[in-house]
């Protein structure tokens, strides 16, 4: 069964906004991953949280875990066009559908 | 450093036609190995892992199957595809549990 539900499915922003995409989980994890994905590619892992850590960053990233309330968010800031891709949370190595994140020039 | 590889990126098979893609590891050693399908605008789904040499753990019932005869090779295999094995596979290896998976370029199989 699905582990890790993003929200929203879909994003789309002016570049140089902040992106923010969300993650639900159902079971107790270890850790909770987050990947990004180019069209047509395999994925690139982006940040690992451990379910004793509460935020994380790497460069413009930010990553937060609420083990409380079983969700995670990423938070993209001032995005690029390069930015574009999807966005997939995995609690335990169990996959969501994703978010489909576009950035318009 | 590590880095995998997997091949073909594209593969066109009749239905019935047997299949067989293949992943390589370097640079590491005893890695935990995946399998994923991935459907168009989807999630990834778990196919097989393998935590050692023979060892492999299936996730669900299916046409596939998958074996690992070297410590850093895992086959993906099918006798007779089906119309629903269409799809984008995706190989992955990690050092452990709590370490980040790192996937290869994915092989896209479009069944005919």
């Known amino acids: 069964s699905q582990q890790g539900e993003e929200d929203p499915q879909a994003l789309s922003i002016q570049e140089g906004e902040n992106a923010t995409m969300n993650c639900s989980y159902k079971?107790?994890?270890?850790?909770l991953q987050w990947y990004r994905q180019n069209s047509g590619r395999g994925l690139v892992h982006l940040i690992l949280?451990?379910?004793n850590e509460r935020e994380k960053h790497s460069g413009r990233l930010r990553v937060t875990l609420d083990t409380s309330k079983k969700s995670s968010s990423l938070l993209i800031t001032a995005s690029r066009a390069a930015d574009t891709a999807s966005y997939f949370c995995?609690?335990?190595?169990?996959w969501g559908a994703g978010t489909k994140l576009i950035i318009k020039p | 450093s590590q880095t995998i590889h997997q091949w073909p990126a594209t593969l066109v098979q009749p239905v019935g036609s047997p299949l067989s893609l293949e992943c390589t590891v370097e640079g590491t050693s005893n890695p935990n190995l995946y399998w994923y399908r991935q459907a168009a605008g989807r999630g990834l789904q778990l196919l097989f892992y393998?935590?050692?040499?023979?060892?492999i753990s299936s996730e669900v019932p299916q046409n596939l199957s998958a074996s690992r005869p070297q410590d850093r090779q895992f086959i993906l295999s099918s006798k007779k595809l089906l119309l629903s094995d269409s799809g984008f596979y995706l190989c992955a290896w990690e050092g452990n549990d709590n370490q980040p998976q790192h996937f290869g370029d994915g092989t896209r199989l479009s069944i005919l």
């Open positions: 949280i451990r379910s």
């Open positions: 079971t107790s994890i270890n850790n």
């Open positions: 995995a609690p335990q190595r169990i």
């Open positions: 393998s935590v050692g040499i023979g060892q």
